[in-house]
């Protein structure tokens, strides 16, 4: 079992940063895939970072590519998502997810509760 706590959301302008943190409990973070989808009102939940276990392979989806970045430290069980260059269009909330990692790609099987990030015009 891994428990998901997020943290770091908020309201900030357009072209602004925001960093969100996911503290993992457990032994086991590092051999856990982790993964920031998101949900705005109205729409279904997707993938926006992923990253391995190891932190060496990373997954973008397009509309974030080049903007945000997913890091890990897995001596503190922490996963991070640097949010920068933030549009109207990022507002939603965040949800980390652990899971794994196959030639299928990845699975995610625990969710922490999610933090809502607000962007302003």
């Known amino acids: 079992q891994v428990q998901l706590v997020e943290s770091g959301g908020g309201l900030v302008q357009a072209g602004g940063s925001l960093r969100l943190s996911c503290a993992a409990s457990?032994?086991?973070?590092?051999?856990?895939?982790m993964g920031w989808f998101r949900q705005a009102q109205g729409r279904e939940r997707r993938l926006v970072a992923a990253?391995?276990?190891?932190?060496?392979?990373?997954y973008y989806a397009d509309s974030v590519k080049g903007r945000f970045t997913i890091s890990r430290d897995n001596a503190k069980n922490t996963v991070y998502l640097q949010m920068n260059s933030l549009k109207l269009e990022d507002t939603a909330v965040y949800y980390c997810?652990?899971?794994?990692?196959?030639?299928?790609?990845?699975?995610?099987?625990?969710w922490g509760q999610g933090t809502q990030v607000t962007v302003s015009s």
């Open positions: 997810a652990a899971g794994r990692y196959s030639s299928s790609g990845y699975t995610f099987d625990y």
């Open positions: 457990g032994r086991t973070f590092s051999s856990y895939a």
């Open positions: 990253i391995r276990w190891s932190g060496s392979n990373t």
